[in-house]
């Protein structure tokens, strides 16, 4: 697979202080590449100096084959982007923003206009001026924006929020048609790890500027991924009956209640056995690894904010 966005040691310091340290990012053509991090990790300040609204301070970058520079215009335009908040002509209707956006860009196509609007959910709102949407219909409208003049990478900075648990459903299934049916390499970023479980390809955790990983989901997937959680009052009589009593050793200690097996047992043969040694449990359960463990570990236990 093509590789259509390549940093090679990606640098911004501020004030002496390093934002990104080194930053060495590969993305695929028409992969989804989810981007993780806690707030201030420095994703933010890697679009920006992706999409050239931030010079870098030292490494390079390249699009598309081609390294990056100050007249790199015509590059930019194969690309559709938010960072941050989107913001709009509060006094323009949807439909006003984007014809204004297509005449800056030097893009005129009303169908590739109407259908943004149709993809976004944001139809029949032609007499509605900007500054009486909602935030989730301004994230909306904002990648309507982006992807309106068909850009080869699209990046998004956190697009679903503001969106309820039906618009975020609704724009998952966009960005995963954006990728599988149009061909459309996406950057996203997001708190929200169960969303990018679903749609991403890779992902790419950083941490205090630094890119701590970059793996694809099926590997993440199929790391250990079988394992039993039990949670009880009496974690160290568990324990005890896990070791000593079915000889088990591949087990970890999460907190006060919370105990993960990693071998081969049955549930039934693991609670007649806890219950034999008077351990209640409050619940017994087979599960799989997901990205938020994955990230957890990788954060040393931090969660993202």
Known sequence: MTTILRTWNLTKVYQGKEAVNNVNMNIKQGEIYGFLGPNGAGKTTVM????????????????????????????????????????????????????????????????????????????????????????????????????????????LDEPINGLDPLGIKELREVFRMLSREYGMTLLISSHILGEVEQIADTIGVIRDGVLLEEVAMEEIRSRDTDYIELITDNSSKAVYTLANTLGLSNFKVIGARTIRIYEKISQLELSKALAAADVELESLNRKQHSLEDYFVGLMGGEVVA
Do not use: W
């Open 48 to 155: 920006k100096m992706i999409t050239n609204l931030v010079k870098p301070t030292a490494g390079e970058i390249e699009f598309f084959g081609e390294k990056m520079t100050s007249r790199s215009y015509e590059m930019l335009k194969r690309m559709g982007c938010i960072i941050e908040y989107p913001v709009f002509y509060d006094k323009l209707t949807a439909r006003e923003n984007l014809e204004l956006h297509g005449e800056y860009m030097g893009y005129y196509d009303p169908k590739a206009l109407k259908e943004a609007l149709e993809l976004v959910k944001l139809t029949g709102t032609d007499k509605k001026p900007v500054k009486q949407f909602s935030m989730g219909m301004k994230q909306r409208l904002g990648i309507a924006r982006a992807v309106m003049t068909k850009p080869e990478l699209l990046i």
